[in-house]
């Protein structure tokens, strides 16, 4: 950097001499530098992340860019894909991006003449006289003014750099609210589904308990048993009726939630009812079916380097460069601004041999806050507490980041064991109630342990259901912790065909909406005025 920040006393004119022959070549204030990583985070090897390599011989799950086909699931991902491309907030943040490049075209507007301003005028006079001949004159003047501050410091240089960092910055949130669009999709898919779990148990449960009841009121009636075992078995069955309807609350607001992520009308999803395509079934009910194996993908990459792929870092990332130029924009105020200045007229009157006249004048200026009494010098410094207050925020970013994916790789790694331990409890809670109902039929228990066993019977499956869906949102959420399912939406028009079609006809914005978005990777440092 051929200048510098400093105490301006003592600046005279040979410093302005020596700036203009220099000035070609300075930009003032801090070239951007990648932030480093929180030094917590210099040995961290993924922490829970770590112990979910993948066995050896296992099969390849499905990229992370694509996460949820590790599922199997067509409705699922017809249902991901679908709210990336119609839910209001992802069209919202496409069309930020819209604004953001055009804010970036007012940036770039600053490396052509500032000034461009063209007057004209055109006046009749006239007089008119009693008993005499009239008289009129036409006079025209028309002027071109140009004014151009040259980028000495690199003021303007700079302020591109910050819209241009920002406009980065527009992509990364929208990147960021397409992976958390396909994570909210599929977990209240998942809730659903859990929840149809949940109310198949139940519903199995009553029917088994139905049959208890109906058993000791045949038995209660012929005088074999006492009408106490009648109403306990009424007591168990009418308690499980009564978790039904809350699990139905709960299964239609799941559906009006996702319904709303679609931008569709409150109530079920007809895709959702017409089958249970990709669900596994048996013992362990209607579930979603988790890919074979979560790491084959994910730890293919350094834990930091996974971090700094997550767009909510980067949206960061991109804020701190822009507002690093802000400081080169703030500094640039301290030292001289050097214009040049043009003028061309024309004048011409309507009178009978008067000439034309062509006015013309070209120059330069100087400007320089020479005593500026703290009020630059010290909005240096407001700009660089900014942009420390930024790093802090980074800083805080990526080791909440880290965080993320340590809570829900072991929410995953732990659940995961839960779920052995639980299906083996179904086992024996089934086995315990086949045998008690055995022993009851044969009189040699009471009724209590039948309905001790039934009751433990359900505890435990329902239980085992709840787990299941915890399980499928831990390893929602992992994925999502890792930043992934955005690149998906790099493919797409941030702007669907019929809001570009009503903007278009409304104002005119050239290419600027039709312009793809740059790919995966492809986006570069800030600076470089990735412009459509």
Not at 53 to 63: C, D, L, V
Not at 310 to 339: H, T
Request: hydrophobic letters at 45%; aromatic letters at 6%; one cysteine or more.
């Amino acid at each position: 950097m051929c200048g510098a920040l400093g105490k301006r006393s003592g600046r005279g004119a040979l410093a302005l001499a020596g700036a203009a022959l220099l000035g070609a070549c300075t930009t003032v204030g801090p070239d951007f530098e990648r932030p480093a990583m929180p030094a917590a985070l210099a040995g961290w090897d993924g922490g829970s992340l770590a112990s979910l390599k993948p066995r050896a011989g296992a099969q390849e799950s499905a990229s992370i860019q694509q996460w949820w086909r590790g599922f199997d699931d067509a409705v699922l991902d017809a249902l991901i894909a679908e709210a990336q491309r119609v839910n209001p907030t992802v069209r919202a943040a496409g069309l930020r991006i819209m604004e953001a490049r055009a804010e970036l075209g007012i940036a770039g507007s600053t490396r052509y003449p500032q000034g461009q301003q063209l007057r004209s005028e055109l006046l009749r006079a006239g007089q008119r006289r009693a008993g005499g001949p009239d008289s009129s004159l036409s006079n025209f003047d028309t002027h071109l003014d140009i004014s151009w501050e040259i980028d000495f410091w690199g003021k303007f240089k700079r302020g591109i750099e910050a819209v241009d960092a920002g406009y980065l910055a527009s992509i990364a949130r929208y990147d960021d609210v397409q992976v958390l669009m396909a994570a909210q999709v599929a977990s209240l898919y998942c809730t659903i589904r859990t929840t149809e779990a949940r109310l198949a148990v139940a519903r199995d449960n009553a029917a088994l308990q139905l049959r208890s009841l109906q058993i000791t009121e045949l038995l209660f009636r012929g005088g074999n048993e006492a009408e106490l075992d009648v109403q306990q078995a009424r007591t168990l069955y009418l308690g499980t009726l009564a978790t039904i309807p809350p699990l139905e609350i709960a299964q239609r607001q799941a559906q009006n939630a996702l319904s709303t992520l679609l931008a569709r009308a409150p109530g079920p999803l007809p895709e959702m009812s017409a089958s249970a395509d990709g669900m596994a079934q048996g013992e362990q009910h209607t579930m979603i079916r988790l890919p074979v194996d979560l790491a084959a993908e994910l730890i293919t990459e350094l834990p930091a380097d996974l971090l700094r792929r997550r767009p909510d870092v980067r949206a960061v990332e991109m804020q701190l460069a822009a507002q690093s130029a802000l400081i080169g924009v703030s500094a640039a105020e301290l030292y001289p601004s050097i214009s040049l200045l043009g003028s061309v007229g024309l004048s011409a009157t309507s009178l009978d041999g008067a000439p034309r006249v062509l006015n013309w004048a070209l120059g330069s200026g100087l400007l320089w806050n020479v005593f500026d009494h703290g009020r630059l010098s010290n909005g240096v410094l407001v700009q660089d507490a900014r942009f420390q207050q930024l790093y802090e925020q980074y800083q805080g970013a990526v080791l909440n980041a880290a965080r993320e994916v340590d809570d829900t790789a072991a929410g995953f790694v732990r659940t995961g064991a839960q779920i052995v331990l639980l299906a083996d409890g179904v086992k024996a809670a089934r086995r315990s109630l086949d045998i008690a109902s055995f022993q009851y039929r044969e009189g040699l228990t009471d009724f209590q342990r039948v309905l001790d066993s039934q009751r433990v019977l359900y505890s435990q499956q329902e239980l085992l259901v709840t787990t299941q869906g915890s399980l499928a949102q831990n390893l929602i959420a992992l994925y999502k912790a890792m930043g992934g399912g955005w690149e998906q939406g790099r493919r797409r028009p941030p702007v669907d065909e019929a809001t570009r079609a009503v903007m278009e006809r409304r104002s005119d914005w050239k290419d600027i909406l039709r312009a793809p978005l740059p790919a995966p990777g492809a986006e570069g440092a800030p600076g470089g005025e990735h412009r459509p």
